[in-house]
């Protein structure tokens, strides 16, 4: 069984500067997937990235971007330049590659972005 | 627009009192899926669905029950509700032949509080 781990519940961090969140996974599968989902208070589920394990380069959409460390199971999330509206919960999730797979959640770390 | 439509958005019942929570999409979609949210434990998968008339327990399914009769609809089921049921639901959705990286589309969650 696949376990998600994140091991900050909450963050805060000032407008335009940086704030990295942590993940970390345990599988045995070699074909899987991660993914960040960002939770507003409007309660919608949103993609924010996806990495597929088996691309070295780390994934990238406009501010956001991830730290994939396979070896160490780690996935982290860097958002840049942090605006109010990425105030959120932040998920990590982890799906197995192939067919019939569900996404195995972690336990969220709520962002606080400070004016 | 391509959608998971889950109702009520808000429900508040008295413990026993059995009630549904409707969970319907769009897209023609093989897997569906229910999930708990409770802070701190991320969200669980409670049912799976791999297409009509196909369920499977997810990790928390005591107390809950769905049935698959139509490849649209995918109702979660509380026949007994308990005060531990108090949680956020989603509904989520995923094609077969998509690969696993397209990830789910969410429903926008139903606030449950079972007194």
């Known amino acids: 069984a696949q376990t998600v781990t994140q091991s900050q519940p909450e963050m805060s961090v000032q407008e335009a500067e940086t704030v990295t969140l942590s993940c970390t996974y345990d599988?045995?599968?070699?074909?899987?997937?991660l993914f960040w989902y960002k939770q507003p208070p409007s309660r919608q589920m949103i993609l924010v990235i996806r990495?597929?394990?088996?691309?070295?380069q780390n994934a990238t959409e406009n501010r956001f971007s991830v730290n994939f460390q396979k070896a160490a199971k780690s996935f982290s999330l860097k958002i840049s330049d942090s605006q109010l509206g990425d105030t959120a919960m932040y998920f990590c999730a982890f799906i197995r590659g192939g067919a019939g797979n569900m996404l195995t959640f972690g336990g969220g770390t709520r962002l606080m972005v400070k004016p | 627009e391509a959608q998971v439509t889950q109702n009520p958005r808000y429900l508040i019942t008295v413990t026993g009192k059995k009630l549904t929570v409707t969970c319907s999409q769009n897209m023609n979609h093989e897997y569906m899926s229910w999930y708990r949210q409770d802070p701190g434990l991320g969200l669980r998968q409670i049912y799976y669905s791999m297409n009509v008339e196909v369920t499977d327990k997810g990790d928390v399914p005591e107390g809950y029950k769905v049935s698959r009769k139509e490849k649209r609809n995918f109702p979660l089921i509380l026949e007994s509700p308990s005060p531990n049921q108090t949680s956020l639901y989603f509904c989520?959705?995923?094609?077969?032949?998509?690969?696993?990286?397209?990830?789910?589309?969410f429903g926008s969650g139903t606030r449950l509080t079972v007194v």
């Open positions: 599988t045995s599968e070699n074909n899987y997937y």
């Open positions: 989520a959705s995923r094609s077969y032949w998509e690969p696993a990286n397209y990830g789910y589309t």
């Open positions: 990495q597929e394990a088996y691309k070295q």
